[in-house]
């Protein structure tokens, strides 16, 4: 048997909300952060328009001589699924994002090959965040100890007030990409159940 068959998790680069503790607690049942690391020539950016959280959605774009700073988790394929769900992401690929493999570098210096969650967006300008999305994305950058030149960097970029509490849940972020129910995101009513 191959050591492929013998996977049971993915390495996943959080560089976005999904950083935060709190949040990917309560997304993925048994998240597992295994270092800080970065992606080089490129950087964090806000592009469209997000529902949830009432503002421009987290992505990263190229940008040479940059670096994209965030966390590498261990999440089981369970977990992975149901953040896919969360992400909006999907098998015949008209979700919001897709799963790029690409390699980070750890701040032990290893190279971690790992599955990024980007977003599709189709050119346009950048879009500003909510305070409370940018907010979340400090407190997760924060709590695991990314680099203060790049947290000083994020609290740089100019947000608009949320018009409405967030972040706010969905049904489809209930459902997995295969149609099952993922979770019980607080007892919404899916038509599933």
Not at 79 to 93: A, I, K, M, Y
Not at 167 to 183: L, Q, V, Y
């Amino acid at each position: 048997m191959s050591d492929r068959n013998k996977k049971t998790h993915h390495l996943i680069f959080f560089y976005g909300s999904n950083m935060n503790p709190g949040l990917i607690s309560s997304r993925c049942s048994k998240p597992e952060p295994l270092t800080v690391a970065h992606l080089a020539d490129h950087s964090l950016a806000f592009f469209g328009y997000s529902k949830r959280w009432d503002g421009g959605a987290a992505t990263l774009i190229s940008s040479p001589g940059e670096d994209l700073w965030g966390v590498v988790y261990k999440l089981s394929f369970w977990d992975t699924e149901r953040l896919d769900s969360w992400q909006d992401v999907r098998l015949d690929g008209t979700g919001d994002y897709f799963l790029l493999p690409t390699e980070v570098v750890g701040v032990d210096g290893k190279i971690y090959p790992v599955l990024l969650y980007r977003k599709y967006y189709h050119g346009g300008p950048q879009q500003m965040p909510s305070e409370e999305y940018l907010e979340t994305i400090l407190s997760g950058a924060g709590s695991h100890g990314l680099p203060l030149a790049y947290i000083e960097k994020l609290r740089e970029i100019k947000t608009k007030k949320a018009a409405f509490p967030v972040p706010r849940i969905f049904d489809h972020e209930c459902t997995s990409s295969f149609g099952a129910n993922s979770c019980d995101c607080g007892g919404l009513k899916t038509p599933e159940n």
